[in-house]
């Protein structure tokens, strides 16, 4: 399932993470999201985000090129 960004459903995983770590006491839950975390992040597997981005990307270019006076609209697709 995605997460609800800015009103839009994203296809990111949910790390279900609106707290701040940092602030939590050390303990089973905080090693369990220390531990979520590092797996979700490791920069082999955001390597997999890649082509997302990279259409994302392209397709924000292409609409800038298209009509550069709605930049705002063009940033919120």
């Known amino acids: 399932m995605g997460v ?35 797996i979700n992040f490791l920069s082999t597997e955001l390597e997999t985000f890649r082509p997302f981005e990279q259409r994302a990307v392209h397709r924000l270019l292409r609409n800038l090129l298209a009509s550069p006076n ?7 697709q």
Do not use: C, Q, V
């Open 70 to 76: 709605n930049f705002s609209k063009h940033l919120r």
């Open 4 to 38: 609800f960004i800015a009103g839009i459903l994203t296809h990111r995983p949910s790390l279900h993470m609106d707290f701040n770590i940092g602030f939590l006491p050390y303990g089973p839950t905080w090693r369990h999201l220390r531990r979520e975390f590092h």
